[in-house]
């Protein structure tokens, strides 16, 4: 039976667990405002130099588990050095600020981000407390064999991550995988649950392009195999979608494939493509935009969802970062009208000190016949190693079916360790 705007809906993902439409309204807002729950992969460190990501993660598409060269940098080049220079920097090996040694095919992280989320819109104010991240992640590099899992607790959200069952307090495993790298490390065969490859990895993974793709480092992982090809100026991956196994209901889960090709020219600049589409037998609905309520996707059958577009990283100059991302989306289903629509990504990034980020940041979205758009203002500070403070000023004009917007304002603090 397909689901009314005014009626409650059972998640596919939660076991079942029903949410009025008001629950169902705050949890969609508040899915959609949380800024990036894993600040590991950082699209601006082309300002260094840097336009792949293996050196510094594990997972050769970058985010996540960062490698010893990658904890080594990020010691070097994140935080503010106080008086420092770079060249000066000593950096400590294994973790914990070097209190705990590893051996040399192990890399181990524990990443912990709590923040303050007010909202700001005509149905009043909200303030909230919030455990957004609490994971332990694991990888092994031995010889050309590689392997990553990742273990954390969520009280709430990121169900489709979820490895139990819980209306709320579960454990959650974003990644897990095993892998092969040849080619003297060129190429890598990857299986188990990974990150989509498509588009920018940026941590503000409730951005319209991460969201309305489902290519967000938070929950929207899938199970499936991965061919990476990391060469010189070019990488590239595509990924065969088997589904996300920790999806209860079979089908729900959306089979298909994903990836994306990226040149460098030169150290400054890049330009990449991606192309993905997937298959499920029903349709998940779309958290995107929390003001579409009547998904017409939502419980349809057979329903196929494309996504394509370019994504580019430019280093402009001095302390200056541009990132862009444009995605044209197509979602078709049995007995629903074809929905074209598109979204686009913009932001720069300045730092006019080492560690110190103002970021400026535009987006749009056009799905389900309505147009929403916001802007970003957001202050990130490594202000010591392995600790970021940042706040987000978000304002966002949400479309509504039937015409008009629905303006949101939200402010966001949190605070980040990692080791």
């Not at 649950?193 to 498509?198: C, G, I, K, V």
């Not at 003001?291 to 394509?308: I, L």
Request: net charge negative; hydrophobic share 40%; charged share 15%.
């Amino acid at each position: 039976m397909r689901r009314t705007s005014d009626a409650p809906r059972a998640s596919p993902w939660c076991g079942g667990l029903s949410l009025d439409v008001r629950r169902a309204r705050l949890a969609l807002l508040l899915a959609l405002v949380l800024p990036g729950a894993v600040a590991h992969a950082y699209p601006w460190l082309i300002r260094e130099g840097y336009t792949n990501c293996s050196g510094c993660h594990v997972d050769p598409s970058g985010w996540g588990l960062l490698t010893e060269y990658g904890r080594a940098q990020a010691q070097i080049v994140l935080p503010t050095l106080w008086g420092k220079k770079q060249e000066d920097v000593e950096p400590t090996r294994g973790i914990a600020y070097g209190a705990v040694p590893l051996p040399s095919w192990l890399d181990v992280g524990l990443s912990l981000r709590g923040a303050v989320l007010g909202t700001f819109n005509d149905q009043g104010t909200t303030w909230r407390d919030i455990l957004m991240i609490a994971d332990l992640r694991a990888g092994v590099t031995a010889g050309p064999f590689l392997a990553s899992v990742s273990l954390g607790y969520v009280p709430t959200g990121a169900t489709l991550a979820a490895v139990t069952n819980q209306p709320r307090d579960n454990l959650v495993s974003r990644e897990h995988w095993l892998g092969v790298r040849l080619d003297d490390n060129k190429v890598y065969l990857l299986g188990g649950r990974m990150d989509l490859p498509f588009g920018l990895r940026n941590v503000e993974h409730n951005s319209f392009v991460r969201s309305s793709t489902r290519t967000d480092t938070d929950s929207y992982q899938q199970y499936g195999g991965q061919f990476v090809w990391d060469g010189p100026g070019v990488r590239a991956a595509v990924m065969g979608i088997a589904g996300n196994f920790l999806i209860r209901q079979p089908d729900y889960r959306e089979q298909g494939y994903s990836g994306y090709v990226e040149g460098a020219f030169g150290h400054a600049f890049t330009l990449g493509l991606s192309s993905l589409a997937t298959h499920a037998n029903l349709g998940l609905p779309s958290i995107s935009n929390p003001y579409v309520f009547s998904d017409p996707f939502y419980n349809a059958s057979d329903v196929w969802r494309q996504a394509h577009g370019l994504f580019t990283r430019w280093h402009v100059g001095g302390p200056w970062v541009l990132l862009a991302e444009a995605d044209l989306l197509v979602q078709s289903a049995s007995g629903v009208k074809r929905d074209w629509g598109g979204t686009a990504f913009a932001q720069a990034d300045y730092e006019p000190i080492q560690g110190l980020h103002f970021i400026f940041t535009g987006e749009g979205l056009h799905q389900y016949e309505v147009t929403s758009y916001g802007g970003w203002f957001s202050v990130s500070w490594f202000f010591f190693t392995y600790c970021e403070a940042r706040i987000d000023t978000i304002f966002t004009e949400y479309g509504i079916q039937g015409g008009g917007h629905q303006p949101n304002l939200s402010i966001l603090g949190q605070l980040h360790f990692s080791m």
